[in-house]
């Protein structure tokens, strides 16, 4: 029988290490068992690379059964301008949308990846305030392998200023399960290690090595997560809970990077019939834009935290609406003629802890160049201005031939992090936000 409170699985660990991938498969995986899913997403701003992707792939299937779909992108909610602690009552908000919607027996949380103290903030409040409508499992943190690999041997984050080592650390220490991601780009001596060091430097806390892009991996995840032993428990909160978080150094690790979200269109830099070989134009754009920015960046010493690029169809704007109107709906079925909406997309990120070759989750060639919208999300180790300088010169330059138009940009620092709830030792409720 199925249960009436959803299951709210919530996965974090630090920018790029895989969660958004790791949700969207799990999401899959439940689909295909036949449950109805929900995921939400968050950042500290708007325009979000992550949220666009999960509502192409969880575009609901009319033959699913339940609560009926309205529209492409209502399996899907972002809380912004903040992470989950600091937006505790969007988080309920987000939620509560997601119930009335879909029904979900599963619904899929990603904090921001430069969030930590999930269980005094999050995990916690949910279970002494919220135990009645929710039943969290435990705290899932995903571990970027090459990069913890890196910060153990070399005792940094390739560049990375020393607070935010100390927040990659801390949220390693939280976690109730430590997921060990990217292991495909590590040899078997590498894994064995970085398993072996994570159970000596948390001990007692179970350790999966795992590839998300894999579906065995995640399903082995998944198994584990939904039994009712891995429920989320005040006991297994309170063990994990960092009591003694300097607050003040989280904050500094998360000013310390610049943050830029954009979005916009492209247009040919010259006539279409000049253009040799239109097919794969957007993504020779694509691939060039990362490769320039990364060069531009990395001559410049600035290291990358985390950088995320999606090009779609016009026909994500429709996805993107939270109440879309009739003329949106109609443009979103005619769209949906084509075929599914997460097999035309382009979809690359860069991450460290080096420079290194662009990963793609989607590399569609059937993306004409008049018809596509992009999205850029990025996070670098410098002040905002510099970043959105270096931003714009390689959107200027218009690489393979196609000039994007910037229709939004935003480049800024997270302002302080200032929980709405921290419940610290002894179960005592303190309400740290406004």
């Not at 103290?117 to 009645?132: F, K, M, N, S, W």
Request: hydrophobic fraction near 45%.
């Amino acid at each position: 029988m199925l249960q009436t409170r959803p299951k709210l699985i919530i996965a974090g660990g630090f920018l790029g290490a895989g969660k958004t991938t790791l949700l969207l498969q799990a999401a899959a995986i439940l689909r295909q068992r036949g449950l109805r899913i929900a995921l939400i997403t968050n950042d500290q701003g708007r325009e979000l690379v992550d949220t666009a992707l999960a509502a192409a792939a969880l575009a609901p299937d009319a033959s699913e059964s339940g609560a009926a779909a309205t529209w492409p992108g209502e399996a899907v909610a972002e809380v912004t301008a903040g992470c989950f602690c600091c937006r505790f009552s969007d988080l309920l908000e987000a939620i509560t949308d997601l119930e009335r919607r879909l029904e979900p027996h599963v619904i899929l949380a990603e904090p921001v990846g430069s969030c930590t103290d999930l269980q005094a903030t999050v995990i916690l409040p949910l279970l002494h305030l919220y135990r009645e409508r929710y039943r969290p499992a435990c705290l899932s943190i995903v571990v970027d392998g090459p990069r913890l690999s890196h910060l153990i041997r070399h005792g940094d984050l390739s560049l990375l200023n020393d607070d935010v080592a100390y927040l990659f650390a801390r949220q390693i220490e939280e976690g109730d399960l430590l997921l060990i991601n990217k292991s495909d780009l590590l040899g078997s001596d590498e894994q064995l290690f970085l398993c072996n060091w994570l159970r000596a430097y948390c001990p007692g806390v179970p350790v999966l090595s795992m590839t998300a892009r894999r579906r065995e991996s995640v399903a082995l995840w998944l198994d584990n997560l939904l039994q009712d032993v891995n429920a989320a428990s005040i006991s297994e909160a309170e063990a994990h809970r960092l009591d003694d978080l300097d607050y003040a150094r989280y904050a500094r690790a998360e000013a310390r990077l610049g943050w830029l979200n954009a979005r916009g269109r492209l247009q040919p830099s010259r006539p279409i019939g000049a253009i040799d070989g239109e097919a794969g134009q957007v993504l020779a754009w694509a691939a060039a834009l990362l490769s320039q920015l990364q060069e531009r960046l990395a001559r410049a010493g600035l290291a990358i935290a985390h950088i995320n690029l999606l090009v779609a169809p016009q026909a994500l704007r429709h996805l993107l609406s939270e109440e879309p109107d009739e003329r949106q709906l109609s443009g979103a079925a005619a769209d949906s003629e084509q075929g599914p909406l997460h097999e035309r997309l382009i979809k690359a990120s860069l991450c460290g802890p080096k420079p290194a070759a662009i990963s793609w989750d989607a590399r569609s060639v059937h993306l004409p160049p008049e018809e596509a919208i992009w999205l850029l999300n990025a996070r670098v180790d410098c002040a905002p201005a510099v970043l959105e300088k270096h931003v714009r010169a390689v959107l200027e330059a218009a690489p393979a031939g196609l000039r994007a138009e910037i229709e939004e940009l935003s480049a800024f620092q997270p302002a302080p992090p200032q929980p709405h709830y921290r419940f610290g030792p002894g179960a005592s409720q303190h309400r740290a936000g406004p």
